[in-house]
């Protein structure tokens, strides 16, 4: 396990169509702690594999509080979509500084591979529900300043 640079702003690797995982090997074992751990120390909820340049299909979610809640989202495609919707803020690993509101659904449900390629599927709501959709943007290259519907300022550094 090991810490990977986070991608930022201006890199061309984040506004990339990821492709498919297709190999469920060691090498995406060890993808997939890298992001979980670079993840935790920069205390995000998310992360997606462009954002540490590789351009695959890989997500990992932690939206506990005491992050224990880790869940890898490889190949995922939402199934579900709530006509519910929450408004809330947004922040991103890769865009430091920037913060906004962005529209969701209240409740998601997902169909994702395991890190050994075994399907399995969740619905989730609420913060989870928008770090699924946050995420599962960056692998078809769309961030954070493409979806801001209204600008906001924190008060103290937030990341998410
Ligand atoms: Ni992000």
């Avoid at 120390?41 to 509080?65: H, M, T």
């Amino acid at each position: 396990m090991a810490l990977r640079n986070i991608v930022k702003d201006g890199d061309p690797v984040l506004l990339k169509h990821c492709k498919p995982v297709e190999k469920f090997d060691a090498r995406l074992g060890e993808l997939l702690d890298d992001m979980a751990d670079t993840m935790y120390k920069a205390e995000g909820l998310g992360l997606a594999a462009p954002q540490v340049g590789i351009i695959r299909r890989a997500v990992v979610i932690d939206v506990s509080e005491d992050r224990s809640g880790l869940v890898e989202l490889v190949n995922p495609e939402i199934i579900y979509r709530s006509d519910e919707t929450q408004y809330g803020t947004e922040g991103c690993l890769s865009f430091p500084n920037l913060y906004g509101y962005v529209t969701r659904p209240k409740t998601v449900k997902f169909r994702a591979q395991d890190r050994h390629g075994e399907f399995y599927e969740m619905e989730v709501s609420d913060l989870f529900a928008r770090a699924v959709c946050h995420e599962l943007d960056h692998l078809d290259g769309r961030v954070l300043p493409d979806n801001i519907e209204a600008p906001y300022e924190p008060k103290e550094e937030e990341q998410a």
